[in-house]
């Protein structure tokens, strides 16, 4: 599995207060600990607000966890060329913009993200209350890689979401706490749009969300993607941080895998099935002997 969204607060760091809170510390061994029944070999540690635009936990965190695992930080909009470059290279491969905590300068951060999309192929990851998706639009869809946090906050943003989702943007299945929605119907929509937009993304340790991941939320993702949770929990995620991909064995030599190109059978609710006609032949009547 790939983890597209986790936060580390290393006490070592230093943190600054948002809103008037300070999250308590939550460490790369909490981490582990915590998913420590799950076959993580890899993910994405996202900055979060009360980080700012220090470097140093994040470089910290990328050296200690290795191979596979990859960041994404928060930058001040004049920050340096060779700033980027060298962050690049310590694994750094997104900037968040977080427009729900932090605001800031949209013009100057569109500026930023282009930079850093020339200079190293880095994306952008957008944490945005979904009422506010629609007016940024326009801003958005000039931005050439696209991540949207937390399946977009809310059902109101969904049409926006889905015609973004439709232009080629990932949308992390993270963040079922923080939510106002139908997480199961907001995954299906999404998924139909694009088998390739979803990934997974625990969101841990969970901070100010009303509930932080469960091990069930697997199980609703599944519900809702069907054959295509490998995609989900960690071959769309390893794509898009431009990793190599997972080489599966295959374990039962009857089953073949599908051909490049070739979409899975969706799966249609049992609501939605035709009714079949009835049956020529009525079946016998029970004869007790």
């Not at 694009?194 to 625990?202: D, K, R, S």
Request: glycine residues 8%; contains cysteine.
């Amino acid at each position: 599995m790939f983890d597209a969204h986790l936060h580390i607060f290393d006490p070592r760091f230093p943190l600054a207060e948002n809103e008037g809170y300070l999250p308590d510390p939550y460490t790369i061994a909490d981490y582990r600990k915590r998913m420590s029944r799950f076959d993580i070999d890899g993910g994405a540690v996202v900055s979060g607000s009360f980080q700012g635009t220090d470097q140093s936990y994040l470089l910290a965190a990328l050296d200690a966890l290795g191979a596979g695992w990859v960041g994404v930080t928060m930058l001040p909009v004049d920050a340096a060329d060779a700033q980027i470059i060298d962050l690049n290279r310590a694994g750094v491969r997104a900037i968040r913009f977080n427009l729900k905590r932090a605001g800031g300068d949209i013009v100057g951060l569109t500026m930023l993200a282009l930079r850093a999309y020339e200079l190293a192929g880095w994306h952008v990851e957008l944490y945005i209350d979904g009422s506010m998706l629609g007016s940024l639009e326009p801003v958005i869809t000039k931005l050439p890689k696209l991540s949207i946090d937390h399946l977009g906050m809310s059902d109101e943003c969904l049409p926006y979401l889905l015609n973004l989702v439709d232009r080629g943007a990932k949308v992390k299945a993270s963040g079922f706490g923080r939510v106002s929605m139908n997480v199961g119907s907001a995954l299906r929509k999404i998924h139909t749009v694009n088998p390739e937009a979803l990934m997974f993304g625990t969101d841990l340790p969970g901070t100010r969300a009303d509930r932080a991941f469960r091990d069930t939320d697997i199980s609703v993702i599944a519900d809702a993607v069907g054959s295509d949770l490998h995609k989900v929990l960690e071959d769309n995620a390893r794509a898009f941080y431009g990793l190599p991909a997972k080489d599966r064995t295959l374990t039962d030599p009857e089953t073949m895998r599908m051909a490049s190109g070739e979409l899975p059978t969706l799966r249609i609710p049992r609501s939605e099935l035709p009714k079949p006609p009835p049956p020529d032949t009525l079946p016998l009547p029970i004869v007790d002997n």
